[in-house]
């Protein structure tokens, strides 16, 4: 990495435990993901601001002086960042995407944001290239928004000085202080409002920070001790409404409130518990630990099946369940349901033989498979990018 050539990464989330469930103030469980979105920023002297998100077919480009037109050179809180500022966003839309749709208008607008906001009070504007790309599936539940979110606040905040280039830690990995990491977290969210309105900062704070956190009545609370997990994440490809689903819950919880209510304790109850085995996995070496990956395998299909009673899951999922089961392993849906993706817990000793035919099972179902860990570290800097990402 150079000041003025740098790549950031940031990973994506999984729900263990608890979705639909913290609508009704329980607990939620969400894990930081090994799959990451790169940013790789580049300073340059063209007068030019490029953008390129080759996930959505996104390649744009916009003058300095269409950019410094807009921006306001009031002063910034960079430590504060304050509320959404309607008026600026507009400006933004109707003068630079207004032939633009969908995600790439949404992609462009978090962009053009971050960059006015954070670079807006600078006498002359930067010139920068910047390309996203992400091992993540968009529009999957798995917190892509936010991902890229953190690493382009992440990359504009180190382009302008307000955080320090991290140093190596521990395993010689490049990581922001927690004064630093709790910046980039408030600037990130406030992408993820231009994409998500009302976002609950579960997704940003799990890109940022990394690990797992406990989410509750509006709470985050990071967990300080998880152990790295195994995992096989399963995309349906099925597009789904989380607004919907919530919707349809409530519905059913209104009309069986005391049937509900029990199904919404007893989910509090899995989250609970497996925070209790995460942290005692944390501690205790990888071979005295089988009874807790029993233990958490029956949580899966306990949520898995309370899930079910809150109708949420979809003909896929289900199918998901059962392939995997077959194998004698164990599967959840994880987010909103209705589609999106399920994870399958792997233990340690998992062979990748017995892996590979249920991926074969899965993907002849038409279902997109990848393997990875869950407890990853958050937003980093890396000096080049990764094999197998462009």
């Known amino acids: 990495m150079t000041d003025m050539n740098f790549i950031i990464s940031a990973p994506g989330k999984v729900i263990l435990h608890g979705e639909h469930a913290v609508v009704y103030g329980k607990s939620a469980i969400a894990a930081s993901l090994n799959l990451r979105s790169y940013v790789h920023l580049l300073r340059k002297d063209d007068g030019e601001i490029t953008v390129e998100l080759p996930a959505v077919g996104l390649k744009q480009s916009w003058s300095i002086k269409q950019l410094q037109d807009i921006a306001r050179h009031d002063k910034v809180d960079i430590q504060n960042p304050s509320t959404q500022n309607d008026e600026l966003l507009r400006t933004i839309k109707e003068a630079l995407c207004k032939d633009l749709e969908d995600t790439k208008l949404q992609a462009s607008l978090t962009f053009l944001y971050l960059y006015i906001t954070i670079c807006g009070s600078a006498s002359i504007l930067p010139s920068v290239s910047v390309k996203i790309t992400s091992k993540l599936p968009v529009g999957a539940g798995l917190g892509s928004s936010a991902s890229f979110s953190v690493c382009l606040a992440a990359a504009l905040l180190l382009l302008q000085g307000h955080i320090t280039a991290p140093v190596k830690g521990d395993k010689e990995l490049k990581q ?58 399963t995309s349906t490809d099925v597009p789904r409404s989380t607004k919907v689903l919530v919707a349809n819950v409530r519905e059913r919880h209104n009309r069986l409130s005391d049937v509900m209510q029990h199904v919404m304790d007893a989910t509090e109850a899995v989250t609970e518990q497996c925070e209790r085995l995460l942290e005692t996995m944390a501690t205790e070496s990888q071979t005295s630990i089988e009874s807790e990956y029993t233990s958490l395998e029956e949580l899966i299909d306990i949520n898995q099946h309370l899930l079910e009673a809150m109708g949420v899951s979809h003909v896929t999922l289900d199918k998901i369940c059962h392939v995997t089961s077959k194998y004698k392993l164990h599967s959840k849906l994880t987010g909103a349901g209705g589609g999106g993706c399920a994870f399958t817990l792997l233990r340690p000793d998992t062979e990748h033989s017995m892996l590979n035919d249920v991926v ?31």
């Not at 799990?206 to 509006?218: C, D, L, P, R, W």
């Open 176 to 233: 922001w202080k927690e004064e630093d990491l709790d910046l980039i977290n408030k600037w990130a969210i406030q992408g993820e409002r231009i994409i998500h309105g009302t976002p609950s900062g579960i997704d940003n704070s799990v890109a940022t920070y990394g690990g797992a956190i406990k989410f509750q009545a509006g709470k985050i609370t990071k967990l300080n001790k998880i152990p790295r997990l195994r995992i096989l994440l």
């Open 360 to 390: 074969k099972e899965l993907e002849a179902e038409g279902f997109n498979c990848f393997e990875t860990e869950v407890g990853s570290y958050g937003v980093m800097v890396h000096d080049t990018l990764p094999d197998g990402v462009s």
